[in-house]
């Protein structure tokens, strides 16, 4: 089987829709793909309604957390997506997507780049709002060659000179309410040091005694050196390992099945869940 448990679409900051996201995932033969946009689920209805025969779609979302000012994404797979308390989080944190993307703007134009909020906005579509869309409006103006330079201290990346705090949920509270909602939690691409700062492996070891089931460690972001770290510490901490593509459509150079999960891993992720299960494709409209 091949396995893809980490993408995105136009429902936050890919630029496939949820539906032309399926057809390719179909297309480039892989078994499984879980749809992880950012604090949404708004995209799986659509997929599921075009899902190909022979696909099987793992609902999710990918959470936007923070842990003693580092930015922490927590990959949550199979949760109750109606659960109110998890619901209302993730709407809290995609509601300050927009007043955080304005005040990025307005910090570029204090340093003499002319993005708008009307360029911003045509660029997310319906999708929610997030730096990766304001890295997109800067890769237009040619103030950067790509996405991925955008996200360096100059510009947009954790502590850079445009960048704007949001409202993220304590990676502890999120382990909380996935688990309360039925799901599994995997730290997404937890030493992706490009990205900024990466917690210690000591809060990782406090998130596996509190609930967490995994860590991706098979990441486009991660050299094999680091991966090779991870899977020890996966080990020793008795987390499950998972690969995936993190595909952003054509905003990130990653394509999809570039790195997979183990069909066990992901068996022993859909025994553990129990707030929603796989969808199996019946070759949708």
């Not at 949404?40 to 979302?61: I, M, N, Q």
């Not at 199979?78 to 703007?105: K, S, T, W």
């Amino acid at each position: 089987m091949r396995i893809d448990l980490h993408t995105h679409s136009t429902a936050s900051d890919g630029t496939d829709t949820p539906a032309e996201l399926v057809r390719k995932a179909a297309a480039a033969g892989l078994d499984v793909i879980a749809l992880t946009d950012h604090d949404t689920t708004r995209g799986h209805a659509e997929a599921l309604s075009v899902l190909p025969a022979g696909l099987t779609l793992v609902p999710g979302a990918e959470l936007s957390c923070r842990l003693d000012g580092i930015g922490v994404h927590m990959l949550a797979y199979l949760f109750d997506p109606e659960e109110p308390e998890l619901l209302a989080e993730r709407e809290l944190v995609r509601d300050d997507r927009v007043p955080r993307a304005q005040g990025m703007i307005a910090k570029l134009n204090a340093l003499g780049v002319p993005v708008t909020w009307e360029q911003v906005a045509r660029i997310a579509g319906d999708g929610s709002v997030g730096r990766p869309h304001v890295a997109s409006a800067l890769v237009e103006l040619g103030v950067v060659p790509t996405v991925s330079d955008a996200f360096t201290r100059e510009w947009l990346a954790d502590g850079g000179r445009a960048y704007m705090d949001k409202h993220e949920t304590d990676p502890f509270e999120a382990l909380r309410l996935v688990k309360n909602a039925g799901g599994v939690a995997v730290f997404a691409h937890p030493a992706a040091s490009k990205r900024g700062r990466t917690v210690p492996e000591s809060a990782i070891a406090e998130l596996a005694e509190a609930g967490l089931d995994g860590i991706e460690v098979d990441h486009m972001d991660h050299a094999p050196e680091t991966r090779a770290r991870l899977r020890g510490l996966a080990k020793e901490l008795g987390l499950l390992v998972t690969g995936s593509s993190d595909y952003h459509g054509s905003r990130k150079t990653c394509v999809l099945g570039e790195f997979m999960t183990d069909p066990e891993v992901y068996g022993e992720i859909t025994r553990r869940a129990t707030g929603a299960f796989p969808v199996p494709g019946t070759g949708g409209a």
